[in-house]
């Protein structure tokens, strides 16, 4: 498949130089100083996700699945949400989870292994992290039909409406599941957004395996409207993110958004994407930095300049320490902790099995 | 007291159990209009409307996905899936998300959803529609299995499981959904917790352990038993996840004799279990090995040979004869 081109179908407002372009459907009525904010996110998005990969390597962590590059279409389209919009993640969302407020450190819960997703600090309003591809889109189905079952969906007045994000990426278009949720969401006019992140690659798998046609276009097939856009661009991203999320609180159904990325490091920190792909392609994309031509841009308009971005690199030195203290600060359990946290009304079996294993452990001691 | 099917016991507790609990919901194929195929939800939709009996588009997988995103934020959905062999495409839901999400979240997200499964043999169906899937479920933490054998325990059952906070897989014995039997409308409550097993018929030679649509065939042997001499305990174990091994024990402690029957195939079936835990506990009291009456290890067969397939009557006296002459 070959490259999309910016044109009435592949939506960009700012192009891989930095400059600002027009789009005959999308603008974007922000401010350079909003864009600022954008590009800070950005910024330590990156920082977040390269430290995390650095704990890893260090062998602090188990895994860690990186953003590196998909910072535009992350916190583009995390800024275009607000209250009471409900936001569905999969797993590398970490740019999206900056934005609703969950804290960094938290993340490294699940990726360390002292706990599954109970982190304290995650918004009721941020689903947990999901590993089965695609199986949460079907969760943010169900969720916008609760909301219009709350009567959050088409009101007069806007601000008491809302929606649903859910994001998924290349790979996961070709799951049942996904497809299932497509369906849902048409035939119950479901408030959901589905944001799929076309990073081009599932794991090895690239994307002409997964689809033969652009992913935007299957929209059409289920009956709701698909859009592409420069998934590198976070004015486009925030434009087309608030449309489509407008468009959905008021009640018209649900979008598909393909954001066009690329995902700059590996699938997950256990991958080796040399073995599948080349640098050349790599390069290229690297020429599309999200975060470069936006500090291009705001930097040549003057609403950053280098105290402002020497400010923001200190910031993200210290949210990085913060994170190394954090992680291996983080608290241990005992396995002893997780038994009444199966059921919320936990079968005696189970509490009769936490006591041998704890009457096996003590054994242990006194034989010491 | 009102005389009722089991079907139209299982109607009768979703519509209270729709009244009582606003944020109850249906959702499935063909239950709204046409009020599911074997009608358990017949004039539900008439009654509380589309948004609260949903009629679903056909995928089990997406039943079940979105009844986790309407879980989450609160509501209560009872699923139907409207063959046991048809639950398979919502399998990674249930075993992935379902059964999971409460652990996954620290114990603070409640997916309280009740999955209705018509399940088991003997209506003369083609495939996928005669299945007994529910030791897969029993041998999932997360979810609780439970199946009620008479109209009277359907109706409080299902009541029970829309108003419990773990995720709940429900089986209906489909070939019982029209034996009748008496149903009180007018009680306040369950005499029985969800969970508990009941001795049907006490007995003291032999203890036969049993659920679901092959209760009434024990209930029936023991019957048949008592003109030889023979008298049968009959236990309708009512949940299959948790066991109630109080109840199974000290029946079993009481008569030394054990025979698990169920429909299921033999293999890792619920009868492996508890057979298990039997020994385990009751190891010096028995007087017979713990025997099983279950289906072959095969795929459900031709509707023509499931009789021979089935336990039935004679299957089960026969297991009572080597357990009583060991």
Redesign the interface.
Same mark, same amino acid.
Not at chain 2, 100 to 110: E, H, I, V
């Given at each position: 498949m070959t490259e999309p081109l910016p044109g009435p179908d592949f939506v960009q407002l700012l192009d891989p130089a930095g400059n600002r372009v027009q789009h005959p459907d999308f603008s974007y009525s922000g401010t350079d100083a909003d864009l600022a904010a954008d590009l800070r996110d950005m910024i330590l998005a990156r920082r977040i996700d390269t430290e995390a990969t650095a704990l890893q390597r260090k062998g602090e962590l188990g895994l860690w699945a990186p953003l590196l590059g998909q910072e535009a279409s992350q916190i583009g389209s995390a800024r275009a949400l607000r209250d009471p919009d409900l936001i569905v993640p999969s797993y590398r969302e970490h740019g999206v989870a900056w934005c609703a407020g969950v804290d960094p450190v938290d993340l490294l819960t699940t990726f360390r292994g002292t706990g599954m997703t109970e982190w304290p600090s995650r918004p009721a309003n941020f689903h947990f992290y999901s590993f089965v591809i695609g199986a949460q889109t079907l969760h943010a189905v169900g969720m916008a039909m609760a909301q219009q079952r709350d009567g959050v969906v088409g009101n007069p007045e806007p601000a008491d409406n809302g929606a649903t994000i859910v994001y998924f990426g290349d790979g996961a278009t070709s799951q049942g599941d996904v497809n299932e949720a497509f369906i849902f969401a048409a035939s119950f006019a479901a408030p959901v957004v589905f944001f799929c992140q076309n990073n081009q690659y599932a794991i090895s798998e690239p994307m002409v395996l997964q689809s033969k046609i652009p992913l935007y276009r299957r929209a059409a097939g289920f009956g709701f409207p698909g859009i592409r856009v420069d998934g590198n661009d976070v004015i486009a991203v925030r434009a087309v993110t608030a449309w489509a999320m407008e468009r959905a609180r008021r009640g018209e159904g649900p979008v598909l958004i393909e954001a066009y990325t690329y995902r700059m490091g590996a699938h997950t920190t256990s991958d080796d994407p040399t073995k599948y792909r080349q640098s050349a392609e790599e390069d290229s994309w690297r020429a599309k930095d999200p975060i470069e031509r936006l500090k291009t841009y705001l930097t040549r308009v003057g609403a950053v300049d280098a105290a402002w971005l020497d400010a923001v690199a200190a910031e993200s030195d210290a949210l990085a320490e913060r994170m190394r203290t954090g992680c291996l600060a983080l608290p241990e359990r005992g396995l002893e902790t997780f038994f009444d946290q199966a059921y919320a009304d936990t079968p005696e079996l189970l509490l009769r099995q936490r006591d041998e294993h704890l009457a096996y452990e003590a054994s242990f001691e006194e034989s010491r | 007291m009102t005389t009722m099917t089991m079907a139209k016991a299982l109607n009768a507790g979703l519509r209270k159990a729709l009244a009582a609990e606003p944020k109850a %919901?249906l959702a499935g194929e063909d239950i709204g209009k046409l009020g599911g195929v074997f009608r358990v939800t017949e004039g539900l939709q008439a009654e509380f409307g589309r948004?609260r009996v949903i009629d679903?588009?056909l995928?089990e997988?997406?039943i079940?996905? &979105?009844?986790?995103?309407?879980? %989450?934020?609160?509501?209560r959905p009872v699923v139907e899936i409207q063959f046991d062999g048809f639950v398979y495409?919502a399998f990674?839901?249930i075993i992935?998300?379902v059964s999971?999400?409460?652990?996954?979240?620290?114990? &603070?997200?409640?997916v309280?959803i009740v999955v209705r499964i018509p399940y088991g043999g003997s209506i003369g169906a083609i495939e996928h529609h005669s299945e007994s899937p529910e030791a897969y479920f029993a041998h999932t933490?997360?979810l609780?299995v439970v199946s009620p054998a008479s109209p009277v325990d359907a109706y409080w059952m299902i009541q029970q499981a829309v108003a419990?906070?773990?995720p709940i897989i429900f089986f209906e014995p489909k070939r019982r959904y029209h034996d009748k039997g008496e149903v009180d409308l007018d009680q306040q409550s369950a005499e029985l917790s969800l969970?508990s097993a009941r001795v049907v018929k006490p007995g003291t030679h032999a203890t036969l352990l049993t659920y679901g649509p092959m209760v009434r065939t024990c209930l029936e042997a023991a019957m048949l038993a008592a003109e030889e001499g023979r008298d049968l305990e009959v236990v309708d174990l009512r949940s299959l996840?948790? %066991?109630d091994?109080a109840v199974i024990l000290e029946s079993v402690r009481r008569t030394g004799r054990a025979i698990v029957v169920h429909e299921a195939v033999g293999t890792l079936g619920l009868g492996a279990e508890i057979a298990a835990r039997i020994q385990q506990n009751c190891f010096y009291e028995l007087d017979a090995p713990v025997l099983r009456v279950t289906g072959y290890d095969l795929p459900y067969p031709p509707s023509k040979v499931e009789d021979a397939y089935l336990p039935d009557l004679d299957r089960v006296l026969d297991a009572v004869d080597r357990s009583l002459s060991w």
């Open positions: - | %919901l948004d679903s588009p995928a997988s997406g079940l996905g &979105t009844a986790v995103g309407l879980a %989450l934020r609160g509501y495409p990674d839901q992935s998300q999971r999400l409460r652990f996954r979240s620290g114990g &603070t997200a409640s309280p933490p997360g609780k419990a906070d773990d969970f996840s948790p %066991l091994d």
